[in-house]
């Protein structure tokens, strides 16, 4: 099994750099013929903040290319229930993906509330909003 860097995920979904891309889908389609391929967490994270705020992609086609990625044969997603249940809450909020996996991270260890300052975030069931008043 093999590991692959955002930038090559990136290069992937986009499709924006010719060379870099079919670099990437060449070492891509080897790396599934090879043993597969593994996704951390944090891979997923950074390409979610890469495609909404580099590359402007809207919150549908977002969704729509993690459910594609981590659903291809031969793929193995690091904490595959809490990352689905995670771009489900994607989906279905207004939070950032990073807060959904934070938010399912927690509801997995039987760790809630998560507490935040971020009023978007708290919408969510599970999340508690902190303000200015006594504990």
């Not at 290069?11 to 597969?36: K, T």
């Not at 919150?59 to 659903?71: A, D, F, G, N, Q």
């Not at 509801?107 to 902190?130: T, Y």
């Amino acid at each position: 099994m093999q590991t692959f860097d955002t930038n090559v995920l990136v290069r992937l979904v986009l499709g924006d750099d010719p060379a870099q891309g079919a670099l990437a889908a060449r070492y891509w389609s080897d790396a599934l013929g090879a043993g597969g391929i593994f996704l951390p967490v944090v891979v997923l994270v950074e390409l979610v903040w890469v495609l909404d705020q580099v590359a402007r992609l809207d919150r549908p086609r977002i969704h729509s290319e993690l459910v594609r990625v981590t659903s291809l044969e031969g793929v193995v997603v690091e904490r595959t229930a809490i990352v689905s249940d995670a771009i489900h809450l994607y989906a279905a909020s207004s939070a950032d993906f990073a807060d959904c996996v934070i938010l399912e991270s927690a509801r997995g260890a039987e760790a809630l509330p998560v507490h935040s300052f971020d009023r978007r975030f708290a919408r969510n069931e599970g999340v508690l909003l902190l303000a200015d008043r006594e504990p």
